[in-house]
């Protein structure tokens, strides 16, 4: 199980921090976000043994995933927020490891938490 906690509403250029806590073991968490109207996409992931990462595009240097093997925990530090930023984000998880290149895949996860509110205002 995935227990997701964070999010909320700020304006262009604040910060937010989401984390999710997972009760199994991990190989691979991330963040994945769903705007109305849009497809879900892949926000970021990392991988437990060696704190591979992977990256949308749209959000590098902006948005840092790290995990906490002791409390088996993964956080998402989210800056320079921009309203395209707003949706729902989810996080994700999966027992076995992944090479980096499939991180982004969302059918590669295999247990999803609630989603979390992200709002940010101009």
């Known amino acids: 199980q995935l227990q997701a906690s964070g999010g909320g509403s700020v304006q262009a250029g604040g910060s937010l921090r989401l984390s999710c806590e997972a009760s199994?073991?991990?190989?691979?968490m991330a963040w994945f976000r769903q705007a109305p109207g849009k497809e879900r996409e892949f926000v970021a992931a990392i991988r437990w043994a060696d704190r591979g990462t992977r990256y949308l595009d749209s959000v590098k240097g902006r948005f840092t995933i790290s995990r906490d093997n002791v409390k088996n925990m993964m956080s998402l530090q989210m800056n320079s927020l921009r309203p395209e930023d707003t949706a729902v984000y989810y996080c994700?998880?999966?027992?076995?490891?992944?090479?980096?290149?499939?991180?982004?895949?969302?059918?590669?996860?295999?247990?999803w938490g609630q989603g979390t509110q992200v709002t940010v205002s101009s």
């Open positions: 199994g073991r991990t190989g691979v």
């Open positions: 994700a998880a999966r027992a076995a490891s992944l090479i980096t290149g499939a991180l982004h895949t969302a059918r590669h996860y295999d247990y």
